[in-house]
């Protein structure tokens, strides 16, 4: 079997919406990366950028399961001696309402630049209003 290289001027690339109130914080990163890969197009290759777009609206009422609220710790270091910044999940999501999901989602990428391209093909907003309507996204359900 040969792996099918698409050039980038015939990559179809379409447009998605994605409501995340109420949906558990792993369950929609998880298919928003499934997206943003390609995995769901026929023609998916693992070392291209193959996805589409994503727009997640309500990005600040996802919920996590259990303890998580106050278990789950991001950690951030300043890069200063003593730099290492720790907030739970109810902190973080109150001070930058979008950076749990994009963490999340960026874990779920892979590293390297073709992670940082995908992470450019999803916008991210806390609220229910979003600037992307001229692009026509479809919802997308899972």
Same mark, same amino acid.
């Given at each position: 079997?040969?792996? !099918?290289?698409?050039?980038?001027?015939?990559?179809?690339?379409?447009?998605?919406?994605?409501?995340?109130?109420?949906?558990?914080?792993?369950?929609?990163?998880?298919?928003?990366?499934?997206?943003?890969?390609?995995?769901?197009?026929?023609?998916?290759?693992?070392?291209?950028?193959?996805?589409?777009?994503?727009?997640?609206?309500?990005?600040?009422?996802?919920?996590?399961?259990?303890?998580?609220?106050?278990?789950?710790?991001?950690?951030?270091?300043?890069?200063? !001696?003593?730099?290492?910044?720790?907030?739970?999940?109810?902190?973080?999501?109150?001070?930058?309402?979008?950076?749990?999901?994009?963490?999340?989602?960026?874990?779920?990428?892979?590293?390297?630049?073709?992670?940082?391209?995908?992470?450019?093909?999803?916008?991210?907003?806390?609220?229910?209003?979003?600037?992307?309507?001229?692009?026509?996204?479809?919802?997308?359900?899972?």
């Amino acid at each position: 079997m040969k792996t !099918i290289f698409v050039k980038e001027h015939e990559q179809v690339r379409n447009w998605y919406i994605i409501d995340a109130a109420g949906q558990p914080l792993g369950r929609v990163a998880a298919k928003v990366a499934s997206v943003l890969r390609g995995k769901n197009k026929a023609a998916y290759t693992p070392n291209q950028n193959m996805g589409d777009y994503v727009v997640v609206i309500n990005a600040a009422k996802v919920v996590v399961t259990g303890n998580k609220n106050e278990d789950m710790l991001y950690r951030h270091h300043t890069g200063f !001696i003593r730099g290492l910044r720790e907030f739970s999940f109810e902190e973080l999501i109150q001070r930058k309402p979008v950076d749990p999901f994009r963490r999340t989602l960026a874990g779920m990428l892979p590293n390297g630049s073709l992670g940082r391209s995908l992470m450019k093909n999803v916008k991210i907003y806390a609220g229910a209003e979003h600037p992307h309507a001229a692009q026509n996204p479809k919802p997308l359900a899972f």
